[in-house]
């Protein structure tokens, strides 16, 4: 008969075991998910320059890659599962903050008010997105890889400097080009009486939206600022329990 000792030695191994093995399937899972997402927003890129290349014009742009936009960024969602679940170490509240604003600009504002899309702020955020994504995503499958360059490191912490004001910009911009459709058309909004007892107003929404740049913006951007002297610089940063 096996001692207790011998016992919880082999139960010790089966955990560990398990616990590489559960290690192994989500560094596999991360790196599937993050070489997709490179791809997909390589291919927008692709889209919008061939676009522009062949029009001569950004007018028709946002229609000409819609789809593709929207299936990418939707798939998006699932970062927040990934923080939700433990396979990434990063907040679910910020995560699901930066997530959900950029499906909400696809979504509920520049797919579902056509008068809008062709606007340049449009165009601003898009190449501001793709941009961005493109480096974020590939720094992450070679960081998965062990095999990080050092010119995405670089720019992974660098251009955010500038492109992420950039987009702020141009998603504010959008929304403010969007507010008087939506006030003309009343859209999405409900108002009383009816049968829910429920009143919306679609334009008061926006302009909180707006507001709510106000202190959300400096928040994550200093947020990546600290990464930055953490990764580039090498500074210990000392986080803050919330």
Request: glycine letters at 4%; charged letters at 15%; one cysteine or more.
């Given at each position: ?38 791809a997909g927003w390589l291919v927008l890129a692709v889209a919008m320059m061939r676009f522009y290349m ?150 008061i929404f926006l302009i909180i939206v707006m507001l709510s740049y106000i202190p959300l913006f400096p ?11 953490k990764m580039l610089l090498g500074e210990v940063i000392v986080e803050k329990d919330d």
């Amino acid at each position: 008969m096996a001692s207790s000792e011998e016992d919880g030695t082999v139960e010790e191994k089966e955990n560990n075991n398990k616990k590489r093995s559960k290690s192994a399937i989500a560094i596999a899972w991360l790196t599937f998910y993050n070489i997709a997402m490179t791809a997909g927003w390589l291919v927008l890129a692709v889209a919008m320059m061939r676009f522009y290349m062949q029009k001569g014009t950004h007018k028709g742009l946002y229609k000409s890659i819609a789809r593709t936009l929207k299936f990418f960024q939707t798939f998006a969602l699932l970062e927040v599962g990934h923080c939700a679940i433990g396979i990434v170490r990063t907040s679910v509240i910020v995560t699901g903050v930066q997530v959900c604003s950029r499906i909400f600009m696809v979504w509920f504002i520049t797919n579902s008010i056509r008068q809008i899309q062709n606007e340049e702020s449009v165009v601003l955020f898009l190449v501001v997105w793709t941009m961005t994504e493109i480096i974020r995503y590939s720094f992450y499958t070679f960081n998965l890889l062990n095999h990080l360059p050092y010119f995405i490191k670089w720019a992974r912490y660098n251009l955010f400097l500038i492109l992420y004001p950039l987009g702020v910009a141009g998603e504010l911009l959008t929304i403010y080009a969007a507010l008087p459709y939506v006030r003309r058309s009343a859209m999405y909004s409900m108002r009383l009486p009816n049968k829910y007892n429920v009143s919306f107003d679609y334009y008061i929404f926006l302009i909180i939206v707006m507001l709510s740049y106000i202190p959300l913006f400096p928040q994550l951007y200093f947020h990546m600022l600290r990464q930055r002297r953490k990764m580039l610089l090498g500074e210990v940063i000392v986080e803050k329990d919330d």
